[in-house]
């Protein structure tokens, strides 16, 4: 069965780090993209970011650019996500999730992204003085 | 990039069956994939619709989803409604332009 356990979250001060990670396991971690999705409390669901089986494609939301970096190891089945000068609407319940296949991306365009399959169980980050 | 509208909540009896739509502000819907997520209270959403009307295994019949060019939405259909499918229901789809992803504001389903 395949399964996603977030760590790392925590309460932070309003411009602090904070490095997520996500364990995989039940399934070929290297052959699928992985993406990381936010949800504040009471409200919907917030994409943050989506990489690659081999990192070279990485994409950010525009509410994070800049702040934070999404990473993997595919050697440890694990995915990550480093985020720094962190604000108070960044708190929120963040998942790790599959997608159905990897973003492969050639010549400057990607082939067709099928959705995601597979959601952690969330990791909590709160962002206050 | 484009919006998913979707309406903020529905309701219908159980056994019955309910509609819930996902239209996209600009761009074609066909052009990229659309996705159904449902999260009921206090958990973790999961997949029940992916790659426009495909179903993931242990996910029933009873929900089914549709594109419609016409209307440049998409549609997840619930039938035999039973109280368990209770829910809030996100729409997910990409923007092929950078590979963005986008949801749908979430509808809440009440069967009652």
């Known amino acids: 069965e395949m399964h996603l356990v977030e760590s790392g979250g925590g309460l932070v001060q309003p411009g602090g780090s904070l490095r997520l990670s996500c364990a995989a396991s039940g399934f070929s971690f290297e052959d699928y993209a992985m993406n990381w999705v936010r949800q504040a409390p009471g409200k919907g669901l917030e994409w943050v970011s989506s990489i690659n089986w081999n990192s070279d494609v990485t994409v950010y939301a525009d509410s994070v650019k800049g702040r934070v970096t999404i990473s993997r190891d595919n050697a440890k089945n694990s995915l990550y996500l480093q985020m720094s000068s962190l604000r108070t609407e960044d708190t929120a319940l963040y998942y790790c999730?599959?997608?159905?296949?990897?973003?492969?991306?050639?010549?400057?365009?990607?082939?067709?992204?099928?959705?995601?399959?597979?959601w952690g169980q969330g990791t909590m980050v709160t962002v206050s003085s | 990039n484009f919006l998913l509208a979707q309406p903020h909540s529905v309701s219908e009896s159980p056994g019955k069956t309910i509609t819930i739509s996902c239209t996209r502000s600009s761009g074609s819907i066909a052009s990229n994939y659309v996705q159904w997520y449902q999260q009921r209270p206090g958990s973790s959403p999961t997949t029940v619709i992916y790659?426009?009307?495909?179903?993931p295994s242990g996910v029933p019949d009873r929900f089914s989803a549709s594109i419609d060019s016409s209307s440049n939405s998409a549609s997840l259909t619930i039938s035999g409604l039973k109280t368990e499918d209770e829910a809030d229901y996100y729409c997910?789809?990409?923007?092929?332009?950078?590979?963005?992803?986008?949801f749908g504001g979430g509808t809440k389903l009440t069967v009652l």
């Open positions: 790659q426009d009307n495909q179903r």
């Open positions: 999730t599959k997608e159905v296949s990897d973003l492969y991306c050639s010549d400057g365009s990607c082939q067709p992204r099928k959705g995601f399959d597979v």
């Open positions: 997910q789809s990409y923007d092929s332009n950078n590979q963005k992803v986008l």
